[in-house]
């Protein structure tokens, strides 16, 4: 997102850079139509985390108290990563599929909806 200085001559360090996070980069993850978690989580991780530790691991952690996380088809899953779709692979890190610092993901989850088809 781009920010306009209210004066031409501002001027500040970005403290939100990937240099600041001690090796970790900052990946948001957003479950649509799920609005229980009304924004993105972020998850600090390491590029080289796998996939498949993202999504068995660290998804499960922050989305499992919602009452359908458990009916979640993975294999029907479908993802966006900075707004174009995209096709993980579990078995590649986050970096090899283009997953960086400051990255969006985003699941949509077929047949579900939210709960009581709420969007919630």
């Known amino acids: ?8 001559d501002y001027s500040g360090e970005r403290l939100d850079q990937v240099e600041n996070f001690h090796g970790n980069q900052v990946v ?3 479950w649509d139509r799920h609005l229980m978690f009304c924004s993105p989580i972020a998850f600090a991780t390491p590029p080289a985390t ?3 530790t993202l999504l068995d691991e660290m998804l499960p952690g922050a989305y499992a ?8 088809n993975w294999a029907e899953a479908i993802w966006h990563l900075n707004g174009e ?3 993980p692979d579990r ?8 997953i960086d610092h400051k990255s969006i993901l985003r699941i949509t989850t ?10 919630t």
């Open 1 to 8: 997102m781009t920010v306009a200085a209210i004066t031409d």
């Open 28 to 30: 948001y993850v957003g």
């Open 50 to 52: 796998l996939f498949a």
């Open 65 to 72: 108290q919602h009452p359908e996380f458990k009916e979640v």
């Open 85 to 87: 779709a995209f096709t």
């Open 91 to 98: 078995n590649k890190t986050l970096e090899e599929q283009g």
């Open 110 to 119: 077929p047949g579900l909806d939210g709960i009581k088809g709420s969007g």
